[in-house]
T-cell receptor, first 112, second 115 residues
């Protein structure tokens, strides 16, 4: 079982729809990242969360540490939101250091 | 916001040659930089962690003599793929961890094709 699971794996939506992307993890973490990867490959960091909720423009990210779950919401979706959304958790490893563990990503397609 | 650049953005090379990829943090200092590899339709896999001024730590299964990492300053890390083979063709992404707040920023990636 992967340490980071995302659902759904693929999602097609119509422009204007409200979209929710889920991420569950099974290990102790210090932070959770939501990343966006466009078809060209470049990665943009959207949020880093360790608790609660963050909002940036039309994007909202929440995390529930007790339930080991995070959601990324996109309001008023637009075709330019089409991308792969990746959840990554910063987990503790031996020696006191940390490393990012990535989910497989969710491919979002927003049709006009 | 913080910017990480990579150069080149894409490169094609012949088998047996070496390729160097640069990763720069443009407006912040990064004690730690990470190198990832991503194969098509797969997630990012950590190759190595490099700390400025010391030897890189490689993940299991990653050959340190094949993927040479140098982190000579707080703003520059380089990955050299030596004696490249077609199976090294991949998307290589670096990430810099800001010294002050440990936020991690990603570069745009370098697509390597070995013919």
């Amino acid at each position: 079982k992967n340490e980071v699971e995302q659902s759904p794996q693929n999602l097609t939506a119509q422009e204007g729809e409200f979209i929710t992307i889920n991420c569950s993890y099974s290990v102790g973490i210090s932070a959770l990242h939501w990343l966006q990867q466009h078809p060209g490959g470049g990665i943009v960091s959207l949020f880093m969360l360790s608790s609660g909720k963050k909002k940036h423009g039309r994007l909202i990210a929440t995390i529930n540490i007790q339930e080991k779950h995070s959601s990324l919401h996109i309001t008023a979706s637009h075709p330019r939101d089409s991308a792969v959304y990746i959840c990554a958790v910063k987990r503790f490893i031996q020696g006191g250091s940390e490393k990012l563990v990535f989910g497989k990503g969710m491919k979002l397609t927003v049709n006009p | 916001g913080a910017v990480v650049s990579q150069h080149p953005s894409w490169v094609i090379c012949k088998s047996g040659t070496s390729v160097k990829i640069e990763c720069r943090s443009l407006d912040f200092q990064a004690t730690t930089m990470f190198w990832y590899r991503q194969f098509p339709k797969q997630s990012l896999m950590l190759m190595a962690t490099s700390n400025e001024g010391s030897k890189a730590t490689y993940e299991q299964g990653v050959e340190k003599d094949k993927f040479l990492i140098n982190h000579a300053s707080l703003t520059l890390s380089t990955l050299t793929v030596t004696s490249a083979h077609p199976e090294d063709s991949s998307f290589y992404i670096c990430s810099s961890q800001e010294t002050s707040d440990y936020e991690q920023y990603f570069g745009p990636g370098t697509r390597l094709t070995v013919t």
